[in-house]
């Protein structure tokens, strides 16, 4: 059983063999086992994907996409709420932010999209 190398633009580990090619599921990047691959160096080393895969960086505005209770409130973050200006960190919950009505909250990148 041949290992087929990670993917070079996004560093997937799901990278197969298509043909006489390599492909990544992920990001559909395509390349071929013989060329060398230059690997992509992130200015800041996260890289944060939200619920569709969409590449979030700080600054971004998203959208929630499923109702989430609220540690301490009675109140719940409602589907379609924006959340402006956020700020990406490294951990369990990766996006930090500032939401009117429940002040500084932390969220998980897979409850929210990218707003266009």
Same mark, same amino acid.
Request: proline letters at 5%; a neutral charge.
């Given at each position: 059983?041949?290992?087929? *190398?990670?993917? *070079? ?8 063999? /298509?043909?006489?090619?390599?492909? $990544? *599921? /992920? $990001?559909?990047? +395509?390349?071929?086992?013989?060329? *060398?691959? +230059? ?27 499923? #109702?989430?209770?609220? &540690?301490?409130?009675? +109140? +719940? ?14 951990? #369990?919950?990766?996006?930090?932010? &500032? ?18």
């Amino acid at each position: 059983m041949s290992v087929t *190398p990670p993917c *070079p633009k996004c560093h997937s580990v799901w990278s197969y063999a /298509e043909g006489s090619s390599l492909a $990544c *599921p /992920e $990001c559909g990047h +395509a390349w071929s086992p013989e060329q *060398p691959t +230059a690997t992509v160096v992130e200015e800041s080393g996260l890289v944060v994907r939200d619920a569709n895969g969409t590449r979030l960086q700080d600054g971004d505005t998203v959208v929630v996409v499923k #109702d989430l209770k609220v &540690k301490g409130s009675s +109140a +719940a973050l409602k589907v379609g709420t924006k959340v402006r200006n956020i700020r990406l960190v490294d951990g #369990d919950h990766d996006i930090d932010c &500032k939401i009117d009505g429940f002040g500084a909250l932390q969220l998980k990148s897979q409850f929210v999209r990218k707003a266009t």
